[in-house]
C-alpha cells in the first residue's frame, strides 16, 4: 500500500542529502560501474571510445521498439559457437525486418569481432553483446557491438546453483516473432521484483500462467529420462548454447521434448532443473520458489558441456 507520509520524508531526506553534498558536507561517491566494460566499441564497422553518442534518434530500437540484442561469448578474439550465433543472428534480421534486409556477412562480421577485441586489448574472456537496429531513414540495418570483460569463462563448471522464483504479477508479452531477444520492460519489473525477494534469477509467466522462460536463461525440466524445454514459439528464446547442450544431453541417453510451457504442477514433480543461456552458461537449478530440487543428472551435463569447450 502506497503510504505519502513515508514518500515525503523519503524526498526530504533524499533532499538534505544532496544540499549537503552541494555545501561540500558528503564527499563526492565514485560511480561503480555494475559492468567491466572495454573502451572501444564498434557501430557499422567503425571503432570509436563509448564515451561518443552511440546513435541518433532517427532508428527503430527508440521510435517502435524495433530491435534485437544478440550476446556472445569470446575467448581472447575468438567467438565461442560462431555459427549458431550468427544463424540466430540471420534469423533475427529476417523476421524483423524483412527477407530482403541486408546484413553484413558471416564471416565479414567475424572479422570485424576480432578486430575489435584486437583493440581493447584481447581480454582472456570476454562477453559481447550485439545490438541490431533500422535506421529510420535510409532503412539500413546498423549494429552496434559493446565489450565486456570477464575474469573466467561462464562455460567453466563451477557447482553453485540458482534459486528461482516465478514472477506472475506481470506475464511475459506473446510476440508476434517467436525465440527473438526484444527487450521489453518486463525484465525492468522482474528484475526489481528479483532484487527486492532475493532471488538468483526469475521465471516468467504467459498469459495463462505458464512458465515459458527465466532471466538467467531457457529453462529445463529433468523428468525421469528426458530432458524437457519451452518451444520457442510459446516463449523460450533461440540460443547458441541451449543447440549445443541438448546435443551433448541427447548423446548422453536424455530423451529432448519440448512443450508449451509449464505448469507449477510440472515444477513441482521435476526431479532436477536447469538454465541455459550463452551469455551465461549452464546453471543447476536446486530452489523455485519452496521446491527444492537436486542436481544429479544437471551437474552431470553441466559438467559435460564446460569440456566441450576447455577439451578437458
Same mark, same amino acid.
Given at each position: 500500500?502506497?503510504? #505519502?507520509?513515508?514518500?515525503?520524508?523519503?524526498?526530504?531526506?533524499?533532499?538534505?542529502?544532496?544540499?549537503?553534498?552541494?555545501?561540500?558536507? $558528503?564527499?563526492?561517491?565514485?560511480?561503480?560501474?555494475?559492468?567491466? %566494460?572495454?573502451?572501444?566499441?564498434?557501430?557499422?564497422?567503425?571503432?570509436?571510445?563509448?564515451?561518443?553518442?552511440?546513435?541518433?534518434? /532517427?532508428?527503430?530500437?527508440?521510435?517502435?521498439?524495433?530491435?534485437?540484442? !544478440?550476446?556472445?561469448?569470446?575467448?581472447?578474439?575468438?567467438?565461442?559457437? %560462431?555459427?549458431?550465433?550468427?544463424?540466430?543472428?540471420?534469423?533475427?534480421?529476417?523476421? $524483423?525486418?524483412?527477407?530482403?534486409?541486408?546484413?553484413?556477412? @558471416?564471416?565479414?562480421? /567475424?572479422?570485424?569481432?576480432?578486430?575489435?577485441?584486437?583493440?581493447? /586489448?584481447?581480454?582472456?574472456?570476454?562477453?559481447?553483446?550485439?545490438?541490431? %537496429?533500422?535506421?529510420? $531513414?535510409?532503412?539500413?540495418?546498423? %549494429?552496434?557491438? $559493446?565489450?565486456?570483460?570477464?575474469?573466467? @569463462?561462464?562455460?567453466?563448471?563451477?557447482?553453485? @546453483?540458482?534459486?528461482?522464483?516465478?514472477?506472475?504479477?506481470?506475464?511475459?508479452?506473446?510476440?508476434?516473432?517467436?525465440?527473438?531477444?526484444?527487450?521489453? &520492460?518486463?525484465?525492468?519489473?522482474?528484475?526489481?521484483?528479483?532484487?527486492? /525477494?532475493?532471488?538468483?534469477?526469475?521465471?516468467?509467466?504467459?498469459? !495463462?500462467?505458464?512458465?515459458?522462460?527465466?532471466?538467467?536463461?531457457?529453462?529445463?525440466?529433468?523428468?525421469?529420462?528426458?530432458?524437457?524445454?519451452?518451444?520457442?514459439?510459446?516463449?523460450?528464446?533461440?540460443?547458441?548454447?541451449? &543447440?549445443?547442450?541438448?546435443?551433448?544431453?541427447?548423446?548422453?541417453?536424455?530423451?529432448?521434448?519440448?512443450?508449451? #510451457?509449464?505448469?507449477?504442477?510440472?515444477?513441482? @514433480?521435476?526431479? !532436477?532443473?536447469?538454465? &541455459?543461456?550463452?551469455?551465461?552458461?549452464?546453471?543447476?537449478?536446486?530452489?523455485?520458489?519452496?521446491?527444492?530440487?537436486?542436481?544429479?543428472?544437471?551437474?552431470?551435463?553441466?559438467?559435460?558441456?564446460?569440456?566441450?569447450?576447455?577439451?578437458?
Amino acid at each position: 500500500m502506497y503510504d #505519502g507520509r513515508n514518500a515525503v520524508i523519503h524526498f526530504f531526506l533524499f533532499m538534505t542529502d544532496i544540499l549537503d553534498y552541494i555545501d561540500g558536507a $558528503l564527499p563526492e561517491q565514485e560511480i561503480t560501474p555494475a559492468n567491466n %566494460w572495454c573502451p572501444i566499441a564498434c557501430k557499422n564497422g567503425i571503432f570509436f571510445e563509448v564515451e561518443k553518442p552511440l546513435f541518433n534518434a /532517427h532508428n527503430s530500437l527508440i521510435n517502435r521498439n524495433l530491435g534485437f540484442t !544478440e550476446k556472445f561469448i569470446c575467448s581472447a578474439n575468438e567467438p565461442y559457437m %560462431w555459427n549458431e550465433h550468427y544463424n540466430i543472428v540471420a534469423k533475427s534480421v529476417r523476421a $524483423l525486418f524483412s527477407d530482403k534486409a541486408e546484413f553484413i556477412k @558471416s564471416n565479414d562480421l /567475424h572479422r570485424k569481432v576480432e578486430i575489435f577485441i584486437s583493440k581493447n /586489448h584481447y581480454p582472456s574472456f570476454s562477453r559481447i553483446t550485439l545490438m541490431v %537496429w533500422q535506421s529510420e $531513414l535510409s532503412e539500413q540495418i546498423e %549494429w552496434i557491438m $559493446l565489450q565486456e570483460k570477464l575474469k573466467t @569463462s561462464p562455460y567453466e563448471f563451477e557447482q553453485s @546453483s540458482l534459486v528461482l522464483g516465478v514472477y506472475d504479477e506481470v506475464c511475459k508479452p506473446c510476440l508476434p516473432i517467436a525465440g527473438i531477444g526484444v527487450p521489453t &520492460v518486463v525484465d525492468v519489473f522482474a528484475e526489481r521484483w528479483r532484487k527486492e /525477494h532475493k532471488f538468483d534469477a526469475v521465471c516468467y509467466v504467459d498469459s !495463462e500462467k505458464r512458465i515459458v522462460d527465466t532471466s538467467a536463461g531457457n529453462i529445463y525440466l529433468i523428468i525421469g529420462n528426458q530432458m524437457v524445454g519451452v518451444n520457442p514459439n510459446y516463449g523460450g528464446r533461440n540460443d547458441a548454447l541451449s &543447440v549445443v547442450t541438448e546435443r551433448i544431453a541427447a548423446r548422453n541417453g536424455l530423451e529432448i521434448k519440448y512443450i508449451n #510451457g509449464f505448469q507449477r504442477k510440472n515444477i513441482e @514433480s521435476a526431479d !532436477e532443473i536447469m538454465v &541455459v543461456s550463452s551469455a551465461y552458461g549452464v546453471k543447476c537449478v536446486v530452489g523455485v520458489d519452496n521446491n527444492r530440487y537436486r542436481k544429479q543428472k544437471t551437474e552431470k551435463l553441466a559438467m559435460l558441456v564446460s569440456e566441450y569447450f576447455t577439451g578437458a
